[in-house]
C-alpha cells in the first residue's frame, strides 16, 4: 500500500513557474514508476509525466516537453514536478500516482493516486 500527498500548487500568473511536490508513505516507493497527471475541468484526465523507478528515465507529454520536467528522490520518498512558463491551458487538478507495470503514460498502468493539487494560470 501507498499514500501519496501532493502539495505545491496555486494560483500563478502565466509565465510564471510552480513546482509540484508528491510525498509518499511506505519503504517500497523507489520499486514504483512515478507519475503526473492532470484534469481539467470538463475533460478527462491526462498524462503529464512518468519517471522510471531509479530515476533514470523520464517521459513527458507533447503539450509540456520543454517546459515541465519530472523528478524524484529516493531517499526522501518524493517526486517533483518542475513547471516552468505557465500556460493557461495549464489550469487542472494535478495527481501524482505509483504504478508497477503497464505503459507509462496509461491511467491503468498507476495502482495509487493522490488526492490532487489546484493549479491555476492567469492571463
Known amino acids: 500500500q501507498v499514500q501519496l500527498v501532493e502539495s505545491g500548487g496555486g494560483l500563478v500568473q502565466a509565465g510564471g513557474s510552480l513546482r509540484l511536490s508528491c510525498a509518499a508513505s511506505?519503504?517500497?516507493?523507489?520499486?514504483?514508476?512515478m507519475g503526473w497527471f492532470r484534469q481539467a475541468p470538463g475533460k478527462e484526465r491526462e498524462f503529464v509525466a512518468a519517471?522510471?523507478?531509479?530515476?533514470?528515465?523520464?517521459y513527458t507529454a507533447d503539450s509540456v516537453k520543454g517546459r515541465f520536467a519530472i523528478s524524484r528522490d529516493n531517499a526522501k520518498n518524493t517526486v517533483y514536478l518542475q513547471m516552468n512558463n505557465l500556460k493557461t491551458e495549464d489550469t487542472a487538478v494535478y495527481y501524482c500516482?505509483?504504478?508497477?507495470?503497464?505503459?507509462?503514460?496509461?491511467?491503468?498502468?498507476?495502482?495509487?493516486w493522490g488526492q490532487g493539487t489546484q493549479v491555476t494560470v492567469s492571463s
Open positions: 500516482a505509483a504504478g508497477i507495470g503497464g505503459y507509462f503514460s496509461s491511467i491503468n498502468a498507476y495502482d495509487y
Open positions: 511506505g519503504r517500497t516507493f523507489s520499486s514504483y514508476r
Open positions: 519517471i522510471r523507478r531509479s530515476g533514470a528515465g523520464t
